[in-house]
T-cell receptor, first 113, second 113 residues
């Protein structure tokens, strides 16, 4: 069966520090991969999505970047965090064809101080 | 611009009653609409999908309707239970190949015993 792993679960980082959040998927090949952010009281904002290795689409210009070095690995990064980067970050995957559901990881609660 | 609107106010109902949540959208022509459940501090979990040419979909105590003329979906939970308390998100998927879910903010449902 398919599983998605996202870590860490919580993270407190100072302003200006770098960020690296990792997400891996098991049990499927060539998935679509997504990074969403959910700020307090806000909806899920799509940050990046990827339909294949090295293929990254950015939905919102910001202080973050994403990479997909392997088929089932998706990394969210920042060189210098801002206070506004605080939020709940969710990685998700779906099959690369059709209109199936998205499967979410456990999320990372990031607090920038 | 595209908008997905869900009632930001929490819905409070008594156990055993039917909960009805609303998802409205503008400037969007979704091919599919999904509903997810999200518990505090967790990632969303898929519940139901309905296609644009379907009027209604049921799964156990859940029922979803989709009116593309009104640009609205209704999500019903019959015989609600306190365990149904959570935030419910609707997501729209456009046709054209990518099927990337775009989420509303969600509505919090509180079922009182």
């Amino acid at each position: 069966s398919q599983t998605i792993h996202q870590w860490p679960a919580t993270l407190v980082q100072p302003v200006g520090s770098p960020l690296s959040l990792e997400c891996t998927v098991e049990g499927t090949s060539n998935p679509n991969l997504y990074w969403y952010r959910q700020a307090a009281g806000r909806g899920l904002q799509l940050l990046f999505y990827s339909v294949g290795i090295g293929q990254i689409s950015s939905e919102v210009p910001q202080n973050l970047s994403a990479s997909r070095p392997q088929d089932r690995q998706f990394i969210l990064s920042s060189k210098k965090l801002l206070l506004s980067d605080s939020g709940f970050y969710l990685c998700a995957w779906s099959v690369s064809y059709g209109n199936t559901e998205a499967f979410f990881g456990q999320g990372t609660r990031l607090t920038v101080v | 611009s595209q908008k997905i609107e869900q009632n930001s106010e929490a819905l409070n109902i008594q156990e055993g009653k039917t909960a009805t949540l609303t998802c409205n959208y503008t400037n969007y022509s979704p091919a599919y609409l999904q509903w997810y459940r999200q518990d505090p501090g967790r990632g969303p979990v898929f519940l139901l999908l309905i296609r644009e040419n379907e009027k209604e979909k049921r799964k156990e105590r859940l029922k979803v309707t989709f009116d593309t003329t009104l640009k609205q979906s209704l999500f019903h939970i019959t015989a609600s239970q306190p365990a149904d308390s959570a935030t419910y998100l609707c997501a729209l998927l456009a046709s054209g190949g990518s099927y990337i879910p775009t989420f509303g903010r969600g509505t919090s449902l509180i079922v009182h015993p």
